[in-house]
């Protein structure tokens, strides 16, 4: 397994919001975290990432990237895995941007800050950016020149160019369009398939979850409640609570337009 | 014009018509020349389109928000334009809006109830004194107990805060609501819990609404009619199941590809268009999808299409589209010959067949 995590538990001071037992990805796997808004699924990224104390909270258990243990690592050491080794993106891409810099002088600086020299992280910029299917000149325009797909692919491409064995991908999609929602899905799925990365796509919409994800983890009140192949979750549900979230969905053609 | 169901005398006189609306931000046409029509309720209209499209600045104009370059809004028969004082008091309370963000609605310093009270007590609905008991009645029909015309908004759930933003709107008894986006900011469960009221209370309540909204789960499930709308002008409208099952114009087959669907058997050919919208201020000439279109012909790019009736109570605007609708009824899918000359950008389609979920059992082993 690529990242496994055993016993994680976040605290906010009494106050337990997420408890998860067990959650593994593996090389090359797209596994759903769905779950309604104050369900743990955020907070189980931030614990990933090591940030959970820049929240406030407490944070146990083990997360274990291609076998070692990540969570005893120091801030300094955890700085590698971040982003080099485990990538992150979030709802709203803008934020992951500076407004008042090029998005490119962004890129730069994180892959720069990753060891690259000047020329090694201008020609990893470019390259990744052909591989999210952006000309490599949107690098020079400022955030607010850029649509939110067109920003989100370059958040996904920074991960790429740094060569990130996992993406953790929180909502990436809920604030885009539905026909750029399904480029990016297309995009992640094509990723999965071309460099074999492992995704931790967290959702609180079933659809997107069904079509885009290997196997899910459903999510409530930080626990997982249930956990297995999307096929299986999303056809015959084993809690009553995955049966809710399901229903939850919005379907064509379910009113028959009244 | 979105043609009116048969319902006797009701389709003599729409609620609301909008004729060849224009609305222009600067160089920008927001909104091209849009014509629509709306039942008396309880009917849903709704709008959908991408970002850009201009389906919220059609709500905005709507409620006098935004200044129109052109066209006419008739509610009830009166140009909403022209209405001045009295009149345009009572339209004010005719129609109303709730918007995407209640964050942004709702003022925070002010409590939940004594917002509600506040337009009731504007209009001169019930005396002062009473607003309070009224705002309370109001709570409870959108499922708020009385405890929460205490609170401030950040005490309530974003899904709460969209309760008080309708209970809010329905204060005034509006005969229209236009809905912008009102479950865009809210998951999926509070998501359906606001479709469920929207339901309850159009029935209720004999409402006709404009429900804005890009997710075409939300209009199959309120809205008898349906109007696409792409760079401010209408693509195609009609009767949302039919709309849904068989798209007439390529861009409305598009965006119901691009649905994520529970349902493996549900899912279609996935029509991935090519760029992103065109920029508004130099909108491309002929049709103004062509750039972006998998059926584009030379025509295209030349002559704009004309909003024309297709099948009944069927407006489309494309060329072909008469060529997409029988492939539709015939189940062709993707097969409608490419007829753009070669070596056209953005030919031929990138069409990929979506991958279900990987089958029972296979999930845990790791695909290399």
Excluded at chain 1, 82 to 96: D, M, T
Excluded at chain 1, 179 to 201: C, I, Y
Excluded at chain 2, 19 to 35: I, K
Excluded at chain 2, 185 to 204: E, G, N, S, T, Y
């Amino acid at each position: 397994m690529r990242l496994r995590i055993t016993g994680l538990q976040v605290r906010f001071g009494e106050r337990r919001v997420v408890d998860l037992a067990e959650l593994a990805i593996a090389e090359a796997e797209i596994v759903g975290l769905a779950g309604e808004s104050g369900s743990g699924k955020s907070m189980t990224t931030l614990a990933v990432l090591g940030l959970a104390h820049t929240v406030g909270a407490r944070v146990d258990g083990s997360v274990r990237l291609d076998g070692a243990e990540l969570t005893g690592l120091s801030q300094r050491e955890m700085r590698e895995v971040r982003g080099r080794r485990i990538a992150a993106i979030f709802q709203s891409p803008a934020l992951a941007f500076s407004p008042v810099f090029r998005v490119g002088s962004v890129v730069h600086r994180a892959l720069r800050l990753h060891g690259m020299t000047r020329t090694e992280a201008a020609a990893a910029a470019q390259r990744a950016m052909r591989q999210v299917l952006l000309p490599p000149a949107l690098l020079d325009r400022y955030p607010s020149q850029l649509s939110g797909g067109q920003l989100q692919r370059v958040a996904i491409a920074l991960a790429l160019a740094l060569r990130a064995e996992v993406l953790l991908a929180d909502e990436p999609t809920s604030a885009l369009d539905v026909t750029v929602q399904a480029e990016v899905l297309e995009l992640l799925r094509d990723l999965r398939d071309r460099e074999g990365m492992s995704v931790l796509f967290i959702s609180h919409d079933l659809a997107v979850v069904a079509e885009l994800c290997d196997r899910v983890a459903i999510m409530q009140d930080g626990r997982i409640v249930e956990q297995g192949p999307t096929s299986r979750v999303v056809t015959a549900p084993a809690s009553s609570y995955t049966a809710e979230l399901l229903a939850a969905v919005p379907r064509l053609g379910a009113g028959g337009g009244r | 014009m979105t043609p009116l169901p048969e319902r006797g005398d009701r389709a003599v006189t729409p609620l609301l018509e909008i004729t060849d609306l224009t609305v222009r931000f600067g160089p920008v046409r927001a909104v091209d020349g849009v014509s629509l029509r709306l039942a008396g309720g309880p009917f849903g209209l709704g709008l959908v389109g991408e970002s850009g499209s201009g389906k919220s600045t059609i709500g905005r104009a709507v409620l006098r928000l935004v200044p129109t370059a052109g066209g006419h809004i008739r509610f009830e028969g009166k140009d909403v334009a022209a209405l001045r004082g009295p009149a345009l008091a009572g339209y004010r309370r005719a129609a109303q809006i709730v918007f995407q963000d209640p964050d942004n609605s709702l003022d925070p310093r002010i409590r939940v109830g004594a917002s509600v009270a506040e337009p009731l007590i504007a209009h001169r609905i019930v005396a002062r004194q009473l607003a309070a008991g009224r705002a309370c009645e109001l709570l409870a029909e959108v499922g708020l107990g009385p405890e929460f015309a205490g609170r401030y908004p950040h005490q309530l759930s974003g899904g709460q805060r969209q309760r008080v933003a309708i209970a809010r709107a329905l204060g005034v008894q509006p005969r229209l609501l236009v809905l912008d986006e009102p479950t865009s900011a809210l998951d999926v469960k509070a998501q359906a819990r606001i479709l469920a009221l929207i339901a309850r209370l159009r029935a209720d309540r004999n409402l006709a609404y404009l429900l804005i909204t890009h997710n075409l789960g939300i209009v199959s499930e309120l809205c008898e009619q349906t109007a696409v709308l792409y760079l401010g002008r209408v693509v195609e409208s009609g009767a949302t199941s039919e709309l849904l099952s068989a798209p007439a114009h390529p861009y409305t087959r598009a965006l119901r590809s691009a649905v994520p669907e529970i349902d493996v058997a549900a899912r279609s050919a996935r029509v991935v268009l090519p760029g992103e919208p065109p920029d508004a201020t130099s909108p491309p000439p002929g049709c103004v999808f062509h750039p972006r279109c998998p059926l584009a012909v030379d025509r295209c790019a030349t002559e704009v299409p004309a909003l024309r009736t297709v099948r009944p109570a069927r407006l489309v605007a494309c060329h072909r589209a008469e060529e997409v609708l029988a492939e539709e009824s015939t189940g062709a899918g993707q097969a409608l010959g490419p007829s753009r000359p070669a070596g056209r950008p953005g030919w031929p389609p990138r069409v990929s067949r979506r991958p279900g979920p990987a089958p029972a059992g296979s999930g845990d082993a790791p695909r290399r």
